[in-house]
């Protein structure tokens, strides 16, 4: 499938370490965005990469993006309780008509106080 | 970025009703999607509702069973009809702003008894 796979399926980490998530995907792509999900809520937004951008920060949020692996990061550094959430990311895909966003499991992370 | 509000928040109905969800925003937007998110699964695409024509439905899903309306540029509907317990999900609504990142409702949790 098109889908955007994020490694590993779940997380545990103490409060105040940093959190990495990985995601790979299968051809090439217009962008990434990553989401946060709080359990059963609504996803929030929280990064768009575009293919032609390599990072991008949004306060203790950094993303990469490599095209040659097909695969982005995120990092949360100095967890808080409140990071506890599934993050997925999902790619927008290059080509015509091809405008829907792809969802992987996502990654459970659990931050312990 | 879009704020997205969703109503009802959440519903128990009974098998064999319907159910038609809300889902307003505060700006104009081209592009509005409609997603399930089955319980401890990621999110699948259910139809794309652009304003002014028929709503485009993803394998697997069809009109008859997920009807949409979208009357305006502010404004969807979803329909869940004839409705079973495998119809328990999480439905969210979703708009693509102009800068192609996509913003999520807070989604209407439904249990189908």
């Known amino acids: 499938s098109q889908q955007g796979e994020e490694d590993p399926q779940a997380l545990s980490i103490q409060e105040g370490e940093n959190a990495t998530m990985n995601c790979s995907y299968k051809t090439s792509i217009n962008n990434l965005q990553w989401y946060r999900q709080n359990s059963g809520r609504g996803l929030v937004h929280l990064i768009l990469i575009r293919s032609n951008e390599r990072e991008k920060h949004s306060g203790r949020l950094r993303v990469t993006l490599d095209t040659s692996k097909k695969s982005s990061s995120l990092l949360i550094t100095a967890s808080r309780a409140a990071d506890t959430a599934s993050y997925f990311c999902?790619?927008?895909?290059?080509?015509?008509?091809?405008?829907?966003?792809?969802f992987g499991k996502g990654t459970k992370l659990s931050v312990i106080p | 970025s879009a704020v997205i509000s969703q109503k009802p928040s959440r519903d128990i109905c009974q098998r064999g009703t319907s159910l038609t969800i809300q889902c307003q925003v505060d700006s104009q937007v081209t592009m509005m999607f409609w997603y399930r998110q089955q319980p401890g699964q990621s999110l699948t695409l259910i139809a794309t509702?652009?304003?002014?024509?028929?709503?485009?439905?993803e394998s697997g899903f069809v009109i008859d069973k997920f009807p949409i309306s979208r009357p305006n540029l502010t404004f969807s509907t979803l329909t869940v009809s004839n409705m079973s317990p495998e119809d328990s999900s999480i439905y969210l609504c979703s708009v693509r702003d102009y800068d192609y990142e996509q913003y999520f409702g807070p989604g209407t949790r439904l249990t189908v008894t």
């Open positions: 509702a652009n304003q002014g024509s028929e709503a485009t439905y």
């Open positions: 999902a790619p927008k895909y290059s080509g015509a008509g091809s405008y829907q966003l792809t």
